[in-house]
């Protein structure tokens, strides 16, 4: 059946540190879709005046635009009328990863079982919802729609009694969405500490500030530990399979 507008939640996924890192961060922001606009009202507002147009990545962060940063930080921490209103990440180390033996030897295939992780665990959590999934667009032969039915059919086998929950899959380009932009803010907000970037030598001061502030106002202070479950900013280290030599 066809859901109501305030029964759908939106996640906005994004990933920071995927190659050459130790530990891959997968993130998403879940919010209700009636709620869209208006959020994306408000952090195009918090953005002003250093950055009408140009997109929030972690990797353009610097001192001028640290302001406007903290400010979509903010926005997300602060805004209480559009309610939930939440960011969910994977930590996945990367050292000693076995994709020959676990994925077919494909990197990719093991990236969207990150994904598949990420989405059920948003699934667990909003049980009476239905969700539209957009991760940012990225070169790939897999076919969103072949991770919706797998979404689907994996949370049915956990005992799930909604009627295909997972309705939409969609890759949407960064730049034309305030909250796959959060998620990346966020993603290498977390990724930053994990991999310990802030304690090398000519580390971004920036980087290093934003990240702190990110963490001080979630509350963690730890990102090498898990958080809560559930709440409005949580944190999950994956524990994988490796190869053994």
Known sequence: MPPELHDIRNVFVDESSQTNHDYLVLGGTLCRASHCDRLNGLFQEARLPELPHSELKWTKVSNAKLGAYKRYVDCFFDTVDCLPLEFHSLVIPMRGRDDVRFNNGSREIGFNKEIYQLLMKCGRLHKDCVFHVYPDQRETTASPNELRLILNRGIAKKGDRRDWPYRRVHFRKSEDEPLIQLSDIFAGGIAYQINKHHLAQ???????????????????????????TYGKFTIWHRQLRVSRF
Do not use: C, F, M, W
Not at 205 to 210: A, F, N, R
Not at 212 to 225: E, M, Q
């Open 202 to 228: 000519g580390a971004s001061k920036p980087k290093t500030e934003l990240s702190n502030y990110i963490l001080g106002r979630a509350g963690v202070r730890d990102p090498s530990k898990d958080t809560k």
